[in-house]
C-alpha cells in the first residue's frame, strides 16, 4: 500500500481547510478524488474523538441551538427507492453554540425527528457544567426534549438534571419588549 508523504497530506488538508473542492484539490495536489478522501476521513476522526474528550464541563451562560438542511446524493423527494437504500436522502445537522465564545458544545448528524432532537439535547446537557439560557427557532422539540416531556420521567430533565435547569427562549420572529430588533 502507498503512503502519502506528510508533505503532500499537509497540503491536502490546507487545500480543503481553505474551503477549496475535493475535485480541485485533486487537481491541484496531482493525486485521485479517494486519495483526497482519505486523510479528510483520517482528520475528521480525530477531530471528532477530540472534541468528545475535550469539550466537557463548559460553563456556558448562553447557548444557541439550530438544525441545517443539506441532502446526501439527492434531495429526498428527488431520490427513487434503490437510491434511498443507498443513504441518498435529506441530512439535517444538529448545532449547539456558546453565544459568547463560540465554542461548538455539541452536534449530531441525523433526521429532523423528535428521537435526533432527544439525543442531541441529552448530548448537549452532559457537556454543560450548570444551567444555560438556550436559545433556539421555535421547534417545538427543543422544548419538549430539554424539559423531559414525553422522553422521560415526570419533572426530570435530560442527564438527572432538574427541570429549571433549562430556559428556553424563541429567536427570530419572536415579538419581546426587550427585543426592538426587525427582521
Not at 464541563?57 to 423527494?77: H, M, P, T, Y
Not at 435526533?116 to 438556550?134: G, H, I, N, P
Request: proline fraction near 1%; aromatic fraction near 8%; charge should be positive.
Amino acid at each position: 500500500m502507498h503512503r502519502l508523504h506528510t508533505d503532500k497530506r499537509v497540503q491536502i488538508l490546507s487545500m480543503l481547510c481553505e474551503g477549496a473542492s475535493m475535485r480541485s484539490v485533486s487537481r491541484l495536489a496531482d493525486v485521485s478524488i479517494n486519495t483526497v478522501a482519505k486523510p479528510l476521513v483520517d482528520a475528521g476522526l480525530v477531530c471528532a474523538a477530540f472534541h468528545d474528550e475535550n469539550v466537557r464541563g463548559l460553563k456556558s451562560k448562553r447557548v444557541q441551538c439550530d438544525e441545517i438542511w443539506a441532502f446526501v446524493g439527492a434531495k429526498n423527494k428527488n431520490a427513487t427507492p434503490e437510491q434511498k437504500a443507498e443513504g441518498w436522502d435529506d441530512c439535517w445537522t444538529w448545532t449547539a453554540i456558546d453565544a459568547d465564545s463560540k465554542v461548538l458544545v455539541s452536534y449530531r448528524v441525523g433526521h429532523r425527528t423528535m428521537f435526533d432532537c432527544y439525543e442531541f439535547m441529552k448530548d448537549v446537557a452532559s457537556r454543560l457544567a450548570s444551567k444555560v439560557q438556550l436559545t433556539t427557532d421555535g421547534l417545538t422539540w427543543y422544548r419538549r426534549c430539554a424539559y423531559g416531556r414525553r422522553l422521560v420521567q415526570r419533572n426530570q430533565a435530560i442527564a438527572g438534571a432538574r427541570r429549571d435547569d433549562y430556559s428556553i427562549s424563541q429567536g427570530f420572529g419572536m415579538k419581546s419588549s426587550s427585543n426592538s430588533r426587525t427582521a
